[in-house]
Each structure stands twice: as C-alpha cells, then as structure tokens.
C-alpha cells in the first residue's frame, strides 16, 4: 500500500509569491493534516480537514490556507512568501478509525525555500 | 495547554548500547502517545503507539513505556546499531483536540558511532 505523498519534493520561490503544496494520503485515509518543521520552532500544526471539512486550525496567520478535495486529496496555499516560511512542510493522514488507536503517518514533506 | 518535553536533546553512543529517551507531557488527559523517527530531510516514520490505557507497546529492539499518571513516557532501545542514528520525536495526542492535531516535543537526536 502507498504512502502518502507529498508534491512537489522541493521548491525554491521569491518572497512576495505563493505557493501551493500537495498530498495524497494512504488509500482509505479521510483526515489529513498539515504541519511546518523549522530549526527554530520544531513542528508547529497548521490545520487538518476530514470528509473536506476543516476540523481544526493552528495559530497561522490568514496567507496560509488549505483544502481537501472529495478523493481526500488536500492542498495548502501559501500565499505573499516571506523568508520565515521556509521550511519542511509534512503531510500526515490518518485511517480516524477511532480517537485511542489511529496513528498518524506522515510523508516525506516538501521543503520550501524563500528567498 | 498541553507542552511536550524531550530530554536528552542530544544523545551519543556506541554500537551496542541499551538506551533511554525520555519524554513528558504537562497533561495527562490523552488519547495515546506515539514515537516517531526522523532521517534528516525526511518525513516521520512512525515507530509505536501507546493507547491512555496501555503501560507499553514493543516492536522489535524498541519498547516504549507510558506513565500517564505522572505525564512520562520512555523509548528503549536494545543493542543500538548505527542504522538507529536519527532523530527520534514523542507526539501527545491530547482529549482536548482533534485526531490529527498531535502536540510534539523538539526531539532526542541520537548518533550511534561504530
């Protein structure tokens, strides 16, 4: 079985552009979520979405925004870069059989970088 | 709010060691712990799951140990092979938040040297 996917792997932008980052979850996952790693802050949530509703939100000013699609695709949209955005951004999803024993499993991330 | 701490930051040994993280948590109303390992540049791999209401999960040379009680959580690793080097990072999935909003500690980094 896959795991899940993050597009693209890498990415290189300018500040003041945006930015849109993908996710395939694992087959039969329905809850996504998003997070950011930096050196700085280590993983920070940014939000998660269930059934393509948004379930939750971290503490992330209005440029970020996210999406999940009805085959539980999700995408998140950066948007007026600044250098602070750069960073690992993971993926992760979840099966959300129950709330004691559905692990998350995370991607690969994509790293984007701003200069 | 729920705060997760890892102690060591930083870890170095030698092939063939037993070894211990330590993580803790300021909250003891969670669903489950889980473990996680990091390669650099990588994504999480996730390693063990503790469910509120079991005290250890093993999966190969790992055993993970939860103490709810007092907000501790264990990582023991047998016979440390160099391949074990990594980042290794406890997650808290707390009651009072959704199923995929995990709070994280900044991680034990460990080197295992030959």
């Known amino acids: 079985k896959a795991g899940v996917t993050q597009t693209p792997r890498y990415l290189i932008k300018t500040r003041g552009q945006q930015v849109t980052l993908s996710c395939s979850p694992i087959?039969?996952?329905?809850?996504v979520s998003w997070y950011q790693q930096t050196p700085g802050q280590g993983l920070q949530f940014l939000f998660e979405?269930?059934?393509?509703?948004?379930?939750n939100k971290g503490n992330f000013p209005g440029r970020f925004s996210g999406r999940q699609f009805s085959n539980s695709r999700s995408e998140m949209n950066v948007s007026t870069l600044e250098l602070g955005d750069s960073a690992l951004y993971l993926c992760a999803s979840s099966l959300a059989r129950d709330m004691e024993n559905s692990p998350l499993h995370f991607g690969n991330g994509t790293r984007l970088t701003v200069t | 709010k729920q705060e997760v701490t890892q102690i060591p930051a930083a870890l170095s040994v030698p092939e063939g060691e037993n070894l211990v993280l330590n993580c803790s948590f300021t909250?003891?109303?969670?669903?489950?712990l889980q473990w996680f390992r990091q390669d650099p540049g990588k994504g999480l791999t996730s390693l063990l799951l503790?469910?509120?209401?079991?005290r250890e999960q093993t999966s190969g040379r790992l055993n993970a140990s939860l103490d709810k009680s007092s907000g501790r959580s264990t990582l023991y690793i047998a016979a440390s092979q160099p391949g074990d080097s990594a980042t290794y990072l406890c997650a808290v999935h707390d009651r009072g938040s959704t199923l995929g909003r995990l709070y994280f500690g900044r991680g034990t980094q460990l080197t295992v040297w030959p």
């Open positions: 503790i469910q509120s209401s079991q």
């Open positions: 909250d003891s109303a969670i669903y489950n």
């Open positions: 087959s039969g996952h329905r809850s």
């Open positions: 979405y269930f059934s393509e509703t948004q379930r």
